[in-house]
Each structure stands twice: as structure tokens, then as C-alpha cells.
């Protein structure tokens, strides 16, 4: 292939860090023709996975927030609890939506 015919990849700065002692690592990525999401592994400061998307015209990395899997029988105070939060297993894009299934089995659009 010609060199005016190839694109060079970026690197999604947004996933990375200036400390080496808490690096992002992508576990999964999924991308569609609207939409790209990356799952991020846990860290000592985030003891559950992230998940972290963007497209549909937005082209910077926006952490997606998920609710816990009681989150209406709990005051919003607890949601800050990392035990109170399920864990993202699995993540996946299709062209209109994106889904993500949690340890509990819940799954999100």
C-alpha cells in the first residue's frame, strides 16, 4: 500500500496515565460503526471494572456510569461504596446501541 493510502493509529490519551502505579489496562473493545467502547481492568483506586465510550459525533472518552444492582433501595451516599457497585464482565457495540453485562447478570443499553 502506498504511504498516502495508510493511516497511522492514535493513541487514546484519555485511557492513559501519568502514573505507572496505576496504569489503565484495557481488558476488551468493541467498536461499531457508530461507536467504540474499552473496558478498563480494576485498579487499587477502582477495585471494578470502567467502562469508557464515545462516538456518535463525540470523540473524546467519556467514563460510562453505571447504577448498583439495588441502587433504589440504597440513599445515593452508598453508590460511592465500590461494594455497592457490580462489576462489568463483558461490553459490546451495534450500530444504534451498546450493551454491558455485570456480574449479577444485569445488563445495560
Request: glycine residues 4%; hydrophobic residues 35%.
Amino acid at each position: 500500500a502506498s504511504s498516502s493510502s495508510s493511516k497511522r493509529p492514535n493513541r487514546v490519551n484519555l485511557l492513559c496515565t501519568a502514573s505507572p502505579q496505576q496504569p489503565k489496562v484495557a481488558s476488551k473493545i468493541a467498536a461499531a460503526e457508530f461507536s467504540t467502547l474499552v473496558l478498563v481492568q480494576p485498579t487499587t483506586s477502582t477495585p471494578v471494572s470502567s467502562v469508557y465510550g464515545w462516538g456518535h459525533g463525540n470523540s473524546v472518552p467519556t467514563k460510562v456510569h453505571f447504577p448498583s444492582s439495588s441502587s433504589e433501595a440504597k440513599p445515593s451516599s452508598s453508590l460511592n461504596n465500590p461494594a455497592d457497585i457490580a462489576n462489568i464482565i463483558d461490553i459490546d457495540c451495534a450500530k444504534y446501541h451498546n450493551a454491558a453485562v455485570m456480574s449479577t447478570g444485569e445488563v445495560y443499553t
